[in-house]
């Protein structure tokens, strides 16, 4: 049986000032639409009943999660102790979805893509799903790049190792952090590269057992909680060796060093909305090349501006001027404005409100 966790974690500070800590990009609707954890779902509906998915959250955003969800999912949106990143998360997912089920396959699904069309991603997910359940495989999904992207990490592939649901799956040669211009264009143009969607299959004891060869800090950590599962005190011992385990991303932990590793080329679109610059993509532009969104009925008014993104969570007007290339969002506490060409740079200012002692806006 399939198992899917959905990791929901980040803080989306690219997103500021809509993004909060307690309020994560994945609780909002910026790509149109429902929240993005509402679409996560939706496109898991008919794979993975409600009954096998778990959400792995943090504590600041544990209650808007659950309130955002349907309420059969409540009891099982979880909260990790400390953020430490997606292989610990992974980790513990494994844990407990091997506690639940021995032998499952699970998938680890970020909460805040966009994907579609669904039912070409829930073919591929079953693929990948029966190719990690008869093969022990270790599956993450390759995203075709359309242009040579430096904001994402790659993954290159070897050889074709088999077909499976009419999909072609590869061996898995190296995971690359994100590249430079010359590098991101030398890789599309030889090809075999894929972006690194963050998405993976596997079998959650072979995920284990695959920690416990590569990362034997991160193990002695799931050891110790498994001996606690079941028990009174699972909570009081999440709580104390949780925080203990090693920093780190599952791709370095694991995928990296594993002989198990495929890649399976998505047979869908896929965008991880990294900043505000991605709205454009899923909003259609208005007169002048401009995208304003306004999920509570604002409105936006404009004379004479050219390629703005605007968005505004309330029934709030903004009226542009004379501007070009500029995203700004507009929120009761905090309003954002800079050049759309720099909205990467929006997790440096979130930085500095932090230093500055201005953390109630963050």
Same mark, same amino acid.
């Given at each position: ?8 974690? @980040?803080? *989306?500070? %690219?997103?500021?000032?809509?993004? %909060? ?32 998915? !778990?959400?792995?959250?943090? %504590? ?7 309130? !955002?969800?349907?309420?059969?999912? %409540? ?7 400390? =953020? ?10 494994? #844990? ?11 998938? #680890? ?17 079953? $693929?990948?799903?029966?190719? /990690? ?10 995203? =075709? ?15 074709? /190792? ?16 994100? =590249? ?38 991160? /193990? ?37 060093k594993t002989d198990r590793g495929l890649v399976l080329p998505a047979p869908f679109s896929w965008d991880d909305l990294g900043s505000w610059r991605s709205l ?5 532009? @208005?007169?002048?090349?401009?995208? $304003? ?25 903004? /009226? &542009?001027?004379?501007?070009? *290339? ?8 905090? &309003?954002l404005v800079c050049p759309t060409e720099r909205a990467q740079e929006i997790r440096d200012l979130v930085r500095l409100l932090e230093e500055k002692g201005m953390?109630?806006? &963050?």
């Open positions: 049986m399939l198992h899917a966790v959905i990791m929901a974690g @980040g803080s *989306g500070v %690219r997103f500021w000032p809509a993004s %909060r800590k307690a309020r994560p990009k994945q609780v909002l609707s910026v790509a149109g639409g429902s929240p993005l954890i509402l679409q996560a779902l939706d496109r898991l509906e008919g794979l993975v009943p409600p009954g096998r998915i !778990t959400i792995l959250t943090s %504590r600041p955003q544990l209650e808007v999660i659950r309130r !955002t969800v349907p309420e059969e999912i %409540r009891p099982r949106v979880l909260a990790e102790p400390v =953020p430490r990143d997606t292989a610990p998360c992974a980790a513990l997912a494994a #844990l407990l979805v091997e506690k639940a089920e021995p032998g499952a396959v699970m998938a #680890l699904l970020p909460a805040d893509h966009i994907i579609a069309p669904a039912a070409a991603f829930r073919e591929a997910l079953a $693929a990948a799903a029966a190719a /990690a359940r008869d093969r022990d495989a270790l599956v993450t999904f390759g995203i =075709p790049p359309t242009f040579p992207a430096t904001g994402y990490g790659y993954i290159q592939s070897g050889d074709r /190792a088999f077909g499976e649901k009419g999909l072609d799956f590869y061996q898995v040669r190296t995971f690359r952090e994100k =590249p430079g211009a010359e590098t991101a264009a030398r890789w599309l143009e030889e090809g075999g590269w894929f972006w690194n969607s963050g998405i993976f299959v596997w079998k959650a004891a072979v995920l284990l057992e695959e920690i416990r060869r590569h990362a034997p800090d991160l /193990a002695l950590v799931m050891e110790t909680l498994a001996k606690a599962w079941g028990s009174p005190h699972w909570e009081e011992a999440l709580e104390e060796h949780f925080p203990k385990a090693p920093r780190g991303p599952i791709d370095k932990v694991v995928m990296e454009p993509s899923h909003h259609p532009a @208005g007169e002048r090349g401009n995208t $304003a969104v306004f999920p509570a009925g604002g409105r936006h008014v404009d004379l004479d501006s050219r390629d703005l993104v605007v968005f505004s969570q309330d029934e709030h007007l903004v /009226a &542009t001027l004379g501007l070009e *290339g500029l995203t700004i969002v507009h929120t009761p506490d905090a &309003t953390e109630k806006y &963050t």
